[in-house]
């Protein structure tokens, strides 16, 4: 019998919805914000200059270390500041509108952010050192892949950096992770692997991984820090010198025309040219690795010829490729190859010298395994926000 549970889950902190039924105006949120954003909303309420810094210092600890909902929780900050912050902000997370736990653990969050667009994020134990948060980016995706559910939602927008933060501490509320702690973590590694293309949003990618990286906050390290791209050359060097991310590339074909079919973006930087900038990647070694995303489609990429030109195409790089069985989802036009399949061609993998860990799918049962991710947002033009206001 399948247990995932579907838990419909208001946010205790979101603004309460008057009579009328449309939502009153809500302070915003010091939720996200990095150490410049919060002495910037010190110097708003009065602080000093002189003072910000100490103050915006003291805010970060209590957001980001103990993840607090309450200013009055803020015991070292004095009370007429903590009644200025509660007049002219608020701690609040964006709403979690679905929860959904699959029977092996992973947890999924369907996210409504406050212009009422939705996001989902997923939790996986057990990946990692302890367990992995893959975040979005974005609302729906601009790339197109015809294996990946995700690509046929519409771009809605960029997620702002404290619309991918919150993901975070979203999921810590719901592990129970504060204050944080480097022991007996569940929630270990992030990977932008969700929603979206991230190095389409990288300022915001970038600006978000400062926040999360942070020791004196949530304090996940940049080496545990996952950043996967379908080959947007141009941002790659950026996102290595920027960000120091660990870099994954959804690659899942050995030539351009089928690569063209699985991943369009491929006509625009073919394999060549996504190769080089894998090979010129900022502080690439042994110890810093590209990851290769290969998902196994039956009858189309998963030949034994097909694992040879893998390992020939990346001679030379330091890589780990994970196999990815193929995650089915409603009028999905690929099979997943079987599992006899996998095995040939991870053997042939190892054998030239790679580890080729085959992924187990996680969250199939709730839709939160790789490829499965979409929300019901839509974009809505400016004309219709205009009649509908």
Not at 50 to 57: C, E, H, N, Y
Not at 90 to 96: C, G, H, K, Q, S
Not at 144 to 170: D, P, S, W
Not at 330 to 353: H, K, L, Q
Request: glycine share 6%.
């Amino acid at each position: 019998m399948n247990r995932a549970l579907d838990i419909e889950k208001a946010n205790p902190n979101a603004p309460a919805m008057p009579a009328g039924g449309e939502r009153e105006s809500a302070p915003p949120s010091l939720i996200g914000l990095t150490r410049a954003e919060l002495r910037a909303a010190m110097l708003e309420i009065g602080v000093p200059e002189r003072q910000a810094k100490m103050r915006a210092d003291q805010l970060w600890r209590w957001v980001y270390h103990f993840g607090v909902m309450d200013f009055s929780a803020m015991t070292n900050v004095a009370k007429a500041m903590r009644a200025s912050l509660e007049e002219r902000f608020t701690l609040a997370r964006p709403e979690i509108s679905t929860r959904l736990i699959s029977t092996d653990g992973t947890r999924k969050y369907l996210i409504r952010l406050a212009d009422g667009a939705e996001v989902e994020a997923v939790f996986i134990p057990g990946v990692g050192r302890a367990g992995a948060l893959c975040v979005s980016s974005q609302v729906g995706c601009t790339l197109n892949c015809t294996f990946c559910h995700t690509g046929t939602q519409r771009l809605v927008r960029n997620l702002t950096a404290a619309e991918i933060v919150a993901q975070v501490m979203i999921a810590r509320d719901d592990l129970e992770e504060w204050p944080t702690s480097n022991e007996d973590r569940q929630l270990t590694n992030i990977v932008f692997m969700g929603m979206g293309e991230p190095l389409y949003n990288l300022d915001n990618v970038a600006k978000a991984m400062d926040v999360i990286s942070d020791g004196e906050g949530i304090s996940i390290s940049r080496r545990r820090i996952t950043v996967s791209t379908s080959g947007v050359v141009s941002e790659m060097a950026r996102l290595g010198y920027d960000t120091s991310a660990m870099l994954a590339i959804s690659l899942h074909a050995t030539n351009d025309a089928l690569r063209d079919v699985l991943v369009p973006i491929n006509r625009k930087w073919p394999l060549e040219e996504l190769m080089q900038a894998c090979r010129d990647y900022p502080g690439l070694s042994n110890a810093r690795r590209i990851t290769f995303e290969y998902v196994m489609l039956k009858g189309v990429n998963d030949s034994i010829a097909e694992a040879k030109a893998l390992v020939k195409m990346l001679s030379g790089i330091p890589a780990k490729i994970n196999l990815i069985p193929f995650n089915p989802w409603p009028d999905a036009p690929y099979e997943c190859s079987d599992w006899e399949t996998i095995e040939r061609f991870a053997e042939v993998v190892n054998r030239a010298g790679y580890a080729s860990p085959i992924r187990t799918p996680r969250g199939r049962d709730i839709f939160a395994a790789c490829g499965q991710l979409k929300s019901e947002s839509v974009k809505v033009r400016a004309s219709e926000r205009r009649a509908g206001a």
